[in-house]
């Protein structure tokens, strides 16, 4: 069993819908849960960062996260052409300095 | 303020070759992380280090691949007799001194063993 789990999609929208994103992962520590962005042939951006538990909101996205049921979101509101790409969850046990799990990453596609 | 740069962004190689692929941090970035990135696969750390030591390396393969952070200069990742499943993206992120979590990440070397 993978520490992180992400369906790889594609996930294909039109533009204006409401997207969710989602991982699973199997290992209670994790403290630190992060989203980030790639598009093709460049590198991941952090998008959204949180800290244990809870809700947290930029712009647009919304990032979500249960411990108790070992589950993180993302939401993209009023979803753009623009926000194709590779989305990935990654997560940490501790802050700074130590390695970070990744998802495998699902590929969204937003039609015009 | 420019990014975390790498170099080369494309390199091929024949098996049983060496690559060596270069890291600059950020500006006032003392700790350097590698990932490696599979063709539809998530980004696998490989290793952390910061200014001449290697912090953590759990994630290197114990044979033909080596890091390195000298007090000067880049970050050098190198793969000795490179093989075709070597063939990746590889990945630095690095962050500050204070070893934030927030890393940012450069745009990759592209390695193709032929």
Redesign the interface.
Known sequence: QKEVEQDPGPLSVPEGAIVSLNCTYSNSAFQYFMWYRQYSRKGPELLMYTYSSGNKEDGRFTAQVDKSSKYISLFIRDSQPSDSATYLCAMRLQAGGFKTIFGAGTRLFVKA | NAG?MQNPRHLVRRRGQEARLRCSPMKGHS?V?W?RQLP??????MV?L?KENI??E??MPKERFSAEFPKEGPSILRIQQVVRGDSAAY?CAS?PE???????????T?LTVV
Not at chain 2, 40 to 45: A, D, M, Q, S, T
Not at chain 2, 102 to 108: D, I, K, L, N, S
Request: zero cysteines; a negative charge; proline letters at 0%.
């Open positions: 975390v700790h992380y990932y539809e696969e998530g980004l696998k750390f952390y910061q912090i953590d759990s994630g990945f962050s204070t070893g934030l979590t927030e890393a940012f990440f450069g745009q990759g592209r």
